[in-house]
């Protein structure tokens, strides 16, 4: 079962179980998990959807586009250089990244 974990800033943690691949942000916003805005909607344009991921899966995500580093320097709370991305731009549930495990930010505006 593939899922989703967000680790909240006040240590509370919402883990989703997914049916079909699903990006970070999408799937947040769906299930309500507190802190993920995506006010772009996924186009790589607002840097709401910001999340730190969990060293153990860096490893397997895809490449930081061009679109989603200049987004990454303008996030509300600062970026972390090895952990910060854009959780519309990263799909989970498919081939290569199974499950992952991601810190909400303090702030997204
Ligand atoms: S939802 Fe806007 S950049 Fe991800």
Sequence with gaps: ??????HQP??????LELDQPERIMQAAL??????????CGGQAMCATCHVYVREEYLDALPEISEDEEEMLEVTASERDERR???GCQIEVGGPGLESIEVDVPEEQI
């Excluded at 079962?1 to 967000?6: D, G, H, K, L, V």
């Design 30 to 39: 769906k299930n309500s998990v507190p802190g993920i805005v995506g006010e």
């Design 1 to 6: 079962m593939s899922t989703i974990t967000y």
């Design 10 to 15: 006040d240590g509370q943690t919402q883990v």
């Design 84 to 86: 910060s991305r854009l």
